[in-house]
């Protein structure tokens, strides 16, 4: 049950651009994107509810293919406050509440 | 507006002991999660509570882990006896409702635990 997340880990210069992806095999609700830095708690970037829904907050964007089970975090012109790991939550189409989380992704931006 | 609050922020048991987090959603929110959190890896579900109910609490071991929101007070998730396996972050998370935009999980700072 748990998403796919790839790629495992990225670095980029700062202004470069990344995508994110997180795939499931179970029918989806929602898809929730978060960045989590060392030590800290996951931080809310923003929720997916429809199929092909896109949506976006400053330089992060993200798409929800709701028929391939299939979500996109873009990441554009990347700043050093980028850098953290990535997660995907994914809540099932069976009326559970719960999120399922991915394994994260890892991003460094370097100067 | 005050975020979802968890205190205490770090906890040291010895094994045997017992272990209690706390959990004050944020204002407005009536829905409670807990996730656990190993070292480099992911969030895994525990329990989903409404006030003075426990919704889902497939994520939670059989033995020794509890959970409970009472209608008055902080959401509190309690792990008796305490085994070095344990030791991980705890997070707490909250929503407004479970529908739509409604389903946004905040989380808390977390509470990590060392079993020593």
């Known amino acids: 049950q748990q998403p796919v997340q790839s790629p495992q880990a990225v670095i980029l210069r700062e202004g470069e651009d990344a995508v994110i992806n997180c795939s499931s095999s179970?029918?989806?609700?929602?898809v929730h994107w978060y960045r989590q830095k060392h030590g800290e708690a996951p931080v809310f970037l923003m929720i997916?509810?429809?199929?092909?829904e896109q949506k976006g907050h400053e330089k992060i964007s993200a798409s929800f293919n709701e028929k391939k089970q299939q979500s996109s975090l873009y990441l554009t012109a990347s700043q050093l406050s980028y850098s953290g790991t990535y997660f995907c939550?994914?809540?099932?189409?069976?009326?559970?509440?719960?999120?399922?989380f991915g394994s994260g992704t890892r991003l460094l931006v370097r100067p | 507006n005050a975020g979802v609050m968890q205190n205490p922020r770090h906890l040291v048991r010895r094994r045997g002991q017992e272990a209690r987090l706390r959990c004050s959603p944020m204002?407005?929110?009536?829905?409670v999660y807990w996730y656990r959190q190993l070292p480099e890896e992911g969030l895994k579900f525990m329990v989903y509570?409404?006030?003075?109910?426990?919704?889902?609490e497939s994520g939670m071991p059989k033995e020794r882990f509890s959970a409970e929101f009472p209608k008055e007070g902080p959401s509190i998730l309690r792990i008796q006896q305490v085994v070095r396996g344990d030791s991980a972050a705890y997070f707490c998370?909250?929503?407004?409702?479970?529908?739509?935009?409604?389903?946004?999980?905040?989380f808390g700072p977390g509470t990590r635990l060392t079993v020593l």
């Open positions: 939550g994914t809540r099932l189409a069976d009326s559970s509440y719960k999120l399922i």
């Open positions: 998370a909250s929503s407004p409702g479970t529908s739509g935009k409604g389903n946004e999980q905040f």
């Open positions: 509570l409404q006030k003075e109910n426990i919704i889902d």
């Open positions: 204002k407005g929110h009536s829905h």
């Open positions: 997916l509810l429809k199929g092909g």
């Open positions: 179970k029918a989806l609700y929602s």
